[in-house]
T-cell receptor, first 110, second 114 residues
Framework: DAKTTQPPSMDCAEGRAANLPCNHS???????VYWYRQIHSQGPQYIIH???NNETNEMASLIITEDRKSSTLILPHATLRDTAVYYC???????????FGTGTRLKVLA | EPEVTQTPSHQVTQMGQEVILRCVPI?????FYWYRQILGQKVEFLVS????????KSEIFDDQFSVERPDGSNFTLKIRSTKLEDSAMYFC????????????FGQGTRLTVV
């Protein structure tokens, strides 16, 4: 089973920030949090990942709480092309396989 | 930008036939994976492959499935005798294997078993 829980769906107005929460209360000290998205049935696309510090790249920001039990992915200015299913994943040690949950279906509205 | 490529993009096969799905991982990557996604369902882990052998497999990955890295560049998934329920998108992924790196996914092969 996935080690994360996410709301099933969210809407966001185009141009506004999209804040997608994720709960990973059983995360271990050396496990990373990864975010991917999937547009239609395309291959999952990497967005960002982090361990305990907040991270930012050209796509998004990742805010991880101090206790590491939850995180928030922020898309600062959502566009219609950001409409997708967003997955929060905690990697497993060893083979680094991903266990996908059901993700959050983000719909960006014009 | 380097990418994982999968062929074919769509394969239709008759039940009971063997299929081979092909993937070319990113060249300096060491870990390879297959995942599948049945229409409308979650992405599911099938198998991981490292150092020319399976390092982990899921319950889905039964004796009908096998993987191979025949020539140092391709990574294949074979389904020996396809069933209707094998119809799904199959995604290949690769990663360097360093702890703080991400996996890159291919665009998938849509397998339709009729």
């Amino acid at each position: 089973d996935a080690k994360t829980t996410q709301p099933p769906s969210m809407d966001c107005a185009e141009g506004r920030a999209a804040n997608l929460p994720c709960n990973h209360s059983t995360i271990s000290g050396n496990e990373y949090v990864y975010w991917y998205r999937q547009i239609h049935s395309q291959g999952p696309q990497y967005i960002i990942h982090g361990l305990k510090n907040n991270e930012t790249n050209e796509m998004a920001s990742l805010i991880i709480t101090e206790d590491r039990k939850s995180s928030t992915l922020i898309l600062p200015h959502a566009t219609l092309r950001d409409t997708a299913v967003y997955y929060c994943i905690v990697t497993t040690k060893g083979t680094y396989k991903y266990i996908f949950g059901t993700g959050t279906r983000l719909k960006v509205l014009a | 930008e380097p990418e994982v490529t999968q062929t074919p993009s769509h394969q239709v096969t008759q039940m009971g036939q063997e299929v081979i799905l092909r993937c070319v991982p990113i060249s300096n990557h060491l870990y390879f994976y297959w995942y599948r996604q049945i229409l409308g369902q979650k992405v599911e882990f099938l198998v991981s492959f490292y150092n020319n052998e399976i390092s982990e497999k899921s319950e889905i990955f039964d004796d009908q499935f096998s993987v191979e890295r025949p020539d140092g560049s391709n990574f294949t998934l074979k389904i020996r005798s396809t069933k209707l329920e094998d119809s799904a998108m199959y995604f290949c992924a690769s990663m360097t294997g360093l702890r703080n790196t991400e996996a890159f996914f291919g665009q998938g092969t849509r397998l339709t078993v009729v």
